[in-house]
């Protein structure tokens, strides 16, 4: 069955060039015939990986394409998944799979709600990837990834494509669990690199404000039923932040290339489920509102 890959961004090119170059048939999704012929111009999707570049013209359409969709790899930022999903409503065939991989919560729940005709399963991914092109995507380090659907249990057939493809995975019947532990981690670090100009190694200069976001963030994840996510948080943020210490977090690469940041699905996401719960967190709502501030400043989007 053909893997359509809807996001041509890092771990959208990462997925598509692994499973193509397994031999499994991959169709690439581009927004309008301008993206289709820039593709075209660029040659293909190149993958730099160990310092060896390799290029592959894979299968590419755009989005209105007539073909039907089975089984569709959903790699767009959070904010653009549901609209994305949207336009692809008529070619989805009965019983699709969607295969959700968006930072932080509350798309795929948007997605869901677009398409209940289709199966969606969710993604939590540790990979490192960036783009340093057009087209182009530079594998930066080995990670996992995690799936699974809140609303079945049996994993679907397809997990042996991953297996050929190189694709470290595994299946779980908590991935609303692993989902709330990426978005702590990601809120934990994220903002603080941003406000505070720096690598993720340089908020070990900043422990007292890493303290208290995490023992917000813990109080937060009991509160929303997901205890296991609240374990030990500060130690494992303590770990990424030492493991990591060289890299810029995502949303500082955001902030610095001008792009919109998904702040709206990390850190407004917490504190929207801790307003709902009438839980006063006055680090983290503090934290928001500073970084919406920042972002302001910037001529950025605040969600």
């Known amino acids: 069955m053909t893997w359509h ?12 060039m692994r499973l193509a170059r397994a031999g499994l048939p991959v169709h690439l999704l581009l927004r309008d015939p301008q993206r289709l012929a820039a593709y075209h111009q660029a040659g293909g999707l190149t993958l730099v990986e160990q310092g060896q570049a390799q290029r592959l013209e894979l299968p590419a359409e755009t989005l209105d394409a007539p073909t039907p969709i089975q ?16 336009a692809l409503l008529p070619r989805l065939a009965p019983g ?11 798309s795929q729940d948007a997605v869901a709600a677009r398409a209940p005709q289709a199966r969606c399963i969710l993604a939590s991914s540790t990979e490192g990837a960036f783009r340093d092109g057009d087209f182009r995507v ?3 380090g080995h990670g996992f990834t995690w799936l ?27 991935i609303l669990s692993r989902l709330w532990r990426k978005l702590a981690l990601n809120c934990a670090i994220n903002p603080l690199t941003v406000l505070n100009d720096c690598r993720n190694g340089g908020l070990v200069e900043h422990p007292a404000q890493v303290q208290q976001l995490c023992a917000e963030l813990a109080e ?8 296991a996510a609240a374990e030990g948080l500060h130690d494992e943020v303590g770990r990424v932040i ?15 290339a001008k792009r919109r940041t998904e702040i709206g699905y990390l850190l407004g996401y917490a504190c929207a489920a801790a307003e709902r719960h009438r839980l006063v967190l006055p680090h983290l709502q503090a934290l928001l509102r500073r970084l919406q501030g920042h972002l302001a400043e910037r001529g950025l989007p605040l969600d």
């Not at 937060?220 to 205890?227: A, D, H």
Request: aromatic share 8%.
């Open 220 to 227: 937060l994840l009991q509160l929303c039923g997901q205890p």
């Open 96 to 106: 699709a799979e969607l295969v959700l991989l968006q930072n932080g919560l509350g």
């Open 5 to 16: 890959v809807l996001g041509i961004g890092s771990l959208g090119s990462l997925w598509a």
């Open 71 to 86: 089984r569709l790899l959903v790699a767009c930022k959070a904010y653009d998944a549901e609209a994305a999903v949207a």
């Open 242 to 256: 030492q493991a990591t210490a060289a890299n810029y977090s995502s949303m500082y690469q955001d902030v610095a």
């Open 138 to 140: 530079v594998f930066a």
């Open 148 to 174: 699974g659907d809140p609303h079945a249990t049996a994993a679907p057939s397809w997990l042996d494509e991953l297996e050929r493809a190189g694709i470290p995975h595994g299946w779980t019947p908590d």
